[in-house]
């Protein structure tokens, strides 16, 4: 947030004031004075630079670009302005723009490693997966200890299949500011891959649901090892994990002092077991399918309630991540000429309120079957035996496609463009899960092309 200092030394002192107020959080009393320099200088460059910042916290992106830009004008040399803007642009999806700033304020300024990684985050969702590894990389050459570029290096390193050189530092995602999971501590060590002389292995669980189902995929590669197994899921995957891993103890919340009985010898969150059973593309031959089991009987009950003689298929379509949902989300109404096959009935896999389900299928005008007696949010072990009941699934890149994948059904997963790491380039099939089959958009926000793919595909069942 730096920028030219004002002749005026009463008007840089505020902007210091200002800037204090603004890094503790007390936004209101930094505008404020931002606005009061501007009363006495009104072309301070920072101060307008900085209200910019505060309307992009604010999430009022034009007001925010339109700021800066008017900072930017009056002093063109500031790199953190146009890097700021490159922020505001990635933010409105205006990638291309985002890019251009990015690189004005590595021309002015080189060893900007932030700006680095923004930019290779940029560049990674324009395709170009080469040039975000470039960058990833220079924002290391800036900063050895900015995980978050070795992390986002890693990430670009697994899209491209290359899992030997991706997995080692995915173990510094503790270390970055926006990992959703804390890293526990135990009085046991980390497991390091060993034998153990004695005790069980704890793997907890990390991340979200979708995380967990599939990084439990890895669950049977370790009990062919051996080691004796507690398994420390959240607590709506523990009757699934129990009944599909007979014989290891299933918790929810492993307790050091209220639970000694368990034995554990070393633990491992479970994001960390790949780097020892998926080093490579060959490794995947290992993976089970399926290694989740559905209750039979739950299963047989909901086949049996929705069968009139026509193939099922469970479709789920919408995600609420506040990281990428908006990009891995499509509209019901995009979906409408998946529907014109009378052989088909489809049942809704999408979490939510019913009957705002009912309400947008309605609105959609698609025939599409929502169950109010499945809550998944609420009882995943009843949506495994919907999902179980499926003949084929389609979803979103969601928790709902590791699930149906996981059961080992028929599925279709539906990605954007710009895919995460664990969907890797191009490729139809999924190493993850053998009974999955990918539809990528061949260019960003086309989904009426994955539409038709599907639509094709469909006709040929």
């Known amino acids: 947030m730096s920028g030219r200092s004002s002749p005026s030394v009463d008007a840089q002192t505020l902007v210091n004031q200002a800037l204090a107020h603004h890094r503790a959080g007390q936004l209101v009393e930094a505008e404020r004075l931002y606005l009061q320099v501007l009363e006495i200088d009104p072309n301070h460059a920072d101060a307008i630079h900085l209200l910019g910042m505060l309307a992009f916290q604010a999430g009022e992106l034009d007001r925010a670009a339109a700021t800066i830009r008017q900072a930017i004008a009056l002093h063109p040399a500031a790199a953190s302005y146009h890097s700021n803007l490159g922020n505001v642009l990635q933010a409105q999806d205006k990638l291309q723009e985002a890019v251009a700033s990015y690189r004005q304020a590595l021309a002015l300024k080189p060893d900007l490693a932030e700006t680095h990684l923004n930019l290779g985050?940029?560049?990674q969702q324009l395709g170009d997966v080469d040039g975000s590894l470039a960058e990833f990389r220079l924002a290391l050459q800036c900063n050895p200890d900015l995980a978050e570029a070795s992390v986002a290096e890693s990430g670009a390193l697994l899209l491209k299949g290359d899992f030997a050189a991706g997995w080692p530092n995915v173990e510094l995602r503790w270390?970055?500011?926006?990992?959703?999971?804390?890293?526990r501590t135990y009085p046991q060590p980390l497991w390091n891959g060993e034998p153990l002389a004695s005790g069980r292995l704890l793997v907890w669980g990390e991340q979200g649901v979708g995380d967990e189902i599939m990084f439990a995929g890895l669950i049977p590669d370790l009990i062919t090892t051996g080691i004796p197994l507690v398994i420390d899921c959240d607590r709506r995957l523990a009757p699934l994990f129990a009944r599909s891993f007979t014989g290891v103890p299933v918790i929810s919340g492993y307790d050091p002092a209220a639970q000694p009985g368990l034995n554990i010898a070393a633990h491992l969150p479970s994001g960390s077991l790949a780097r020892f059973f998926r080093s490579s593309l060959a490794a995947f031959a290992a993976v089970k399918s399926p290694y989740l089991f559905a209750d039979a009987t739950g299963r047989d009950e909901l086949r049996s309630e929705y069968d009139d003689r026509r193939l099922l298929i469970g479709l789920a379509w919408h995600t609420r991540n506040a990281k990428s949902g908006r990009k891995r989300s499509i509209a019901l109404t995009t979906l409408v000429a998946l529907f014109d096959n009378?052989?088909?009935k489809w049942v809704s896999l999408q979490y939510g309120d019913h009957a705002e389900l009912e309400a947008q299928a309605q609105a959609s005008g698609v025939p599409l079957l929502v169950d109010s007696t499945v809550d998944q949010l609420d009882n995943i072990d009843r949506f495994a035996a919907q999902v179980a009941a499926m003949d084929l699934v389609i979803a979103i890149d969601n928790s709902t496609a590791h699930l149906a994948a996981a059961l080992g059904r028929p599925t279709w997963l539906l990605l954007?463009?710009?895919?995460?790491?664990?969907?890797?380039?191009?490729?139809?099939?999924?190493p993850w899960y053998p009974t999955m089959r990918i539809f990528r958009q061949p260019q960003r926000g086309d989904w009426p092309s994955v539409v038709r793919q599907a639509h094709k595909a469909l006709a040929s069942l």
Do not use: C, G, I, Q
């Open 121 to 123: 985050n940029v560049l």
């Open 175 to 183: 270390r970055t500011r926006d990992f959703d999971t804390t890293m």
């Open 416 to 430: 954007p463009y710009a895919p995460d790491w664990r969907w890797l380039l191009e490729t139809e099939k999924s």
């Open 342 to 344: 009378p052989r088909f």
